[in-house]
């Protein structure tokens, strides 16, 4: 089992960035995929972006191609998302999941997912 917590959340103005960061406490943190989704008032939760367990595969919605970077460090049980250029569509509550020996490119529908708390991202116009 992994716990996961975020972090790096809060409010900024449109065309500013944002890093957020999810620990994760348990075993095997090197042996899940790992993905950021997100939330918007009113909306269903969706994929923004995953990476596989080494960190060499990526995959990112459309939506933040080129503006977000998600990122792990092993040694550290820590993943990262840099968000650039943000827009106030951007805003949500961002959550962190885990999936065991997950790729990134079936992170967004992989069953039995680990999630965090969220931590909420407001972009002001």
């Known amino acids: 089992q992994v716990q996961l917590v975020e972090s790096g959340g809060g409010l900024v103005q449109a065309g500013g960035s944002l890093r957020l960061s999810c620990a994760a406490s348990?075993?095997?943190?090197?042996?899940?995929?790992m993905g950021w989704f997100r939330q918007a008032p009113g909306k269903e939760r969706a994929f923004v972006s995953a990476?596989?367990?080494?960190?060499?595969?990526?995959l990112y919605a459309d939506s933040v191609k080129g503006r977000f970077t998600i990122s792990r460090d092993n040694a550290k049980n820590t993943m990262y998302l840099q968000m650039n250029s943000l827009k106030p569509e951007d805003t949500a509550i961002y959550y962190c999941?885990?999936?065991?020996?997950?790729?990134?490119?079936?992170?967004?529908?992989?069953?039995?997912?680990?999630w965090g708390p969220g931590t909420q991202v407001t972009v002001s116009s």
């Open positions: 999941a885990a999936a065991k020996y997950i790729s990134a490119q079936a992170m967004g529908v992989a069953p039995n997912k680990y």
């Open positions: 348990g075993s095997m943190f090197s042996t899940y995929g």
């Open positions: 990476i596989d367990r080494t960190g060499g595969s990526t």
